[in-house]
């Protein structure tokens, strides 16, 4: 491993590497974007890579590296070896705009990975970060690209007719001139397959759900970290014990007694069942956060004559609001996107909620355009909630980590 301690070699290395990173990740969004044909070479990238590796480590410029790639994109095509193939369809300006997307990728990312090597002998500290750099922004486009094409293709999908589906269905390119023909298919789905009704729907179950999980969750909660009980301890240790029976086992006791009850097929049963699914894990997180507040708070609050109940309304909750912020928005999370009791306890579409309806556009007789719509429509509000909460439900899971 000493001999890779040399930034002249560690420089190339990565070079090489993250060149064929970049050319798959540009190929695959101009692919997406405009339909064409785009392919990363192995050798192109190769040979890309390993000059801006040693030019790097060697100048760690940026204005000198980025317009190296560029050139070096625009030349190497004229002896075989560019870091890019394009179909034959694929005007010049596509290949320019893609070639600018590769350079800006490579140099101003190799710049950033090899910022503290040098061109001799590298420490093993020196040598490790360049390593983990490389490493965290190869990762970040892996993960990235597995999150975010699917939903693409989910979108564009929508966005398209029936005939250029049946066209071309890998062509996720847009033709701006339909204008607001283009959202077709979601007034579609509002008009005529009742998805209005079904946001509503699941609205209210995951509201109501997420407060009969905290009335349950948190004095159950409270009651395990605080209180001494016989076997406190096996039932603080095995309140996630149900996540370990698969749903599907209990999908049949479940689907025969609220048959025969009656509860099957109605909004009150599927609000009945789905805090079932989310109290064990609301229970689970709480007590590690109630067990993270000073108890001589509370015990303060007894000395001056407060009830147990009133210290818990007066000085516990409100102290355990970004707790309770964060598992609510968990548990609607849970809630908005359960499925299986869902599919199985509900025949009506007049109170299906969101998931069950996505499940009735799953058919051979409905545009696959309308699918994409519906999984779009049940998708973007859950992500857009938990991107504007997310940092509220990061504080409240981590805040009662550390005790004091």
């Known amino acids: 491993m000493r001999h890779l301690y040399y930034g002249y070699i560690t420089g190339p290395i990565i070079g090489i590497l993250w060149t064929l990173v970049v050319g798959t990740s540009v190929s695959i969004l101009m692919a997406f974007a405009t339909g064409g044909a785009y392919l990363p070479t192995i050798w192109g990238s190769a040979l890309v890579g390993l000059i801006l590796g040693l030019l790097t480590v060697r100048l760690k410029n940026l204005t000198i590296i980025i ?16 870091p890019l193939a394009y179909g034959d369809s694929i005007p ?4 320019a705009i893609s070639s600018l997307f ?5 140099g101003w990312a190799l710049v950033k990975y090899l910022e503290d090597s040098r061109w001799g002998q590298l420490t093993r500290h020196e040598f490790e970060d360049c390593v983990i750099k490389f490493l965290t922004g190869s990762g970040m486009v892996f993960f990235t690209a597995i999150v975010l094409i699917p939903f693409y293709v989910m979108v564009m999908t929508s966005l398209k007719s029936q005939q250029e589906l049946l066209i071309n269905p890998l ?8 204008g ?3 959202l077709r298919s979601y007034f579609e789905l509002f008009n005529e397959f009742n998805f209005g009704s079904y946001m509503i729907t ?15 969750s948190v004095p159950g909660a409270y009651a395990i970290a605080r209180f001494k009980f016989a076997g406190q301890g096996a039932l603080s240790r095995s309140i996630l014990l149900i996540y370990m029976v698969p749903m599907i086992v209990l999908a049949l006791p479940i689907y025969v007694v609220f048959s025969t009850t009656g509860l099957r097929n109605t909004i009150l049963g599927i609000i009945l069942i789905y805090p ?3 109290i064990p894990v609301a229970l689970y997180m709480l007590q590690g956060y109630f067990r993270g507040l000073p108890a001589e708070v509370e015990e303060a609050g007894l000395m001056d004559g407060l009830s147990r109940l009133v210290v818990i309304w007066k000085i516990t909750l409100p102290l355990s609001l970004p707790a309770m912020a964060s598992v609510s928005l968990y548990v609607f999370m849970i809630a908005w996107n359960e499925f299986l009791l869902a599919f199985m306890l509900l025949d009506d579409p007049k109170i299906f909620t969101l998931t069950r309806g996505v499940a009735m556009l799953n058919s051979s007789e409905i545009p696959r355009q309308h699918l994409m719509a519906g999984a779009v429509v049940s998708t973007v509000p859950i992500i857009t909630i938990f991107m504007a909460l997310e940092r ?6 981590t805040a009662g980590s550390v005790k004091g």
């Open 102 to 106: 590769f350079c800006l990728g490579t």
């Open 202 to 216: 699941s609205f209210i179950v995951s509201v109501t759900t997420v407060i009969i999980t905290l009335l349950f």
């Open 92 to 95: 010049l300006s596509m290949q």
């Open 171 to 178: 062509d996720f390119s847009l033709d701006l001139d339909k």
């Open 392 to 397: 509220f439900m990061t504080r409240g899971l």
């Open 276 to 278: 079932v699914t989310t």
């Open 180 to 182: 607001w023909g283009l």
């Open 67 to 82: 317009p190296t790639a560029f050139i070096l994109a625009i030349l190497l095509p004229f002896i075989g070896l560019g």
